[in-house]
């Protein structure tokens, strides 16, 4: 079944920066972005960002004027760019969208989760 692949995930030194991809598997396929979000050990999994398709972003306060949400025009990769990273962002990285394959949506689909680690 299709499914959304993520990448770009990685350690990085604190106020570093990493973008992190989010895809279909299938190539055809585009997305109905949905948002990112992250889990920290220990802790429930939060919201980070939230984008339409049309591109419209929310922020958590936590990661405002550091992280930026898009999607490609394509509307078939959705990014999250990182800037000045902080050790408490360390988590492991969820997207989460809708999928549009051959005229069929695949809803409320989660990528596999990309660890992120900061380091001080």
């Known amino acids: 079944q299709v499914q959304l692949v993520e990448s770009g995930g990685g350690l990085v030194q604190a106020g570093g920066s990493l973008r992190l991809s989010c895809a279909a598997s299938e190539s055809i396929a585009s997305l109905n972005p949905i948002g990112w979000y992250r889990q920290a050990p220990g802790k429930q999994r939060v919201l980070v960002a939230t984008?339409?398709?049309?591109?419209?972003?929310n922020y958590a306060d936590s990661v405002k004027g550091r992280f930026s949400a898009t999607i490609a025009n394509a509307k078939n990769t959705m990014y999250l760019q990182m800037n000045s990273l902080k050790p408490e962002d360390t988590a492991v990285y969820y997207c989460?969208?809708?999928?549009?394959?051959?005229?069929?949506?695949?809803?409320?689909?989660w990528g596999q989760g990309t660890q992120v680690t900061v380091s001080s």
């Open positions: 989460n969208a809708h999928i549009i394959l051959r005229g069929s949506i695949y809803p409320d689909k």
């Open positions: 984008i339409s398709r049309s591109g419209s972003t």
